[in-house]
Structure formats: structure tokens, C-alpha cells
């Protein structure tokens, strides 16, 4: 996977990476939702960016769900995931 883009507007944090990201989301919707959190809760955790939510693209658009989780629309960060 490559990072073709990032960008902060408005505390929304945009990552445009390469259509190789998706094809090498693991199998089990687990481990691709703690892959996808962990882009996520790590951004918002960089407290002079003030990133509230991370919007995810792959090739410039959209992702429909990674793990079961809904992603076209950006995502705030699931800090519950700092408890396991």
C-alpha cells in the first residue's frame, strides 16, 4: 500500500492510499477492524493536528465497510479498543 494523499480540513483528516490497501485487508473482519482503528485512533491521537475523524479513500474514493464497519463517511476514533 502506498499513501498517495493526506490532508486536515476542518479536523477531518482525508488518507487517500493506493487500490493495494484494499486487496490486502486481512480476511478476518476483526483483524481488519483493528487495522482500520488503529489508522484511525492513532491520527486522532496526534493532538496538535486536532484530527477528530479520519475519512479513509483508496485511489480517491470512498471505502463502503472495511471489517464491517461503514467507512464511506469519516470515522471518529473507537478509544475502547485501547481497553483489550
Request: glycine residues 8%.
Given at each position: 500500500?502506498?499513501?498517495?494523499?493526506?490532508?486536515v480540513?476542518?479536523?477531518?483528516?482525508?488518507?487517500?492510499?493506493?487500490?493495494?490497501?484494499l486487496?490486502?485487508?486481512?480476511?478476518?473482519?476483526?483483524?481488519?477492524?483493528?487495522?482500520?482503528?488503529?489508522?484511525?485512533?492513532?491520527?486522532?491521537?496526534?493532538?496538535?493536528?486536532?484530527?477528530?475523524?479520519?475519512?479513509?479513500?483508496?485511489?480517491?474514493?470512498?471505502?463502503?465497510?472495511?471489517?464491517?464497519?461503514?467507512?464511506?463517511?469519516p470515522?471518529?476514533?473507537?478509544?475502547?479498543?485501547?481497553?483489550?
Open positions: 500500500t502506498r499513501l498517495r494523499s493526506i490532508a480540513e476542518g479536523g477531518v483528516c482525508t488518507v487517500n492510499l493506493s487500490p493495494e490497501f486487496a490486502g485487508l486481512p480476511e478476518d473482519e476483526q483483524s481488519a477492524r483493528l487495522l482500520l482503528y488503529s489508522m484511525v485512533n492513532t491520527l486522532c491521537m496526534q493532538e496538535e493536528l486536532s484530527i477528530s475523524a479520519v475519512q479513509i479513500l483508496a485511489n480517491g474514493h470512498a471505502i463502503e465497510s472495511i471489517g464491517g464497519v461503514p467507512a464511506s463517511a470515522l471518529e476514533p473507537d478509544w475502547t479498543l485501547l481497553e483489550s
